[in-house]
């Protein structure tokens, strides 16, 4: 019985670390797993450099976007920050 008390406030800890840091975590990264792979030529996203670019071409680990009318750039799915979404 003593052994279990003394366990109690570890069990604890391990589990509100679970539920505060490792599961939204692993919700996020699913999430960001899924907007990468559903991209699609014309959407509009946000890279890490903080470009907005539009996918002119999707391959199996990389995309092409257009800058503007003379700039296409291959870049890898990693780079994706996010997909655009106009405030304005």
């Not at 589990?15 to 797993?33: D, G, L, N, S, T």
Request: aromatic share 10%.
């Amino acid at each position: 019985m003593e052994i279990i008390s003394q366990l109690l406030p570890f069990v604890f800890l391990i589990a509100i670390m679970y539920f505060v840091i490792i599961r939204p975590q692993q919700k996020e990264a699913k999430a960001r797993k899924e907007m990468i792979e559903t991209l699609k030529k014309g959407d509009k996203v946000v890279t890490n450099g903080g470009f907005i670019v539009v996918v002119y071409k999707v391959e199996e680990h990389y995309l092409s976007v257009k800058m503007n009318d003379d700039v296409i750039a291959k870049i890898t799915k990693d780079s994706i920050a996010r997909k655009y979404e106009n405030e304005a």
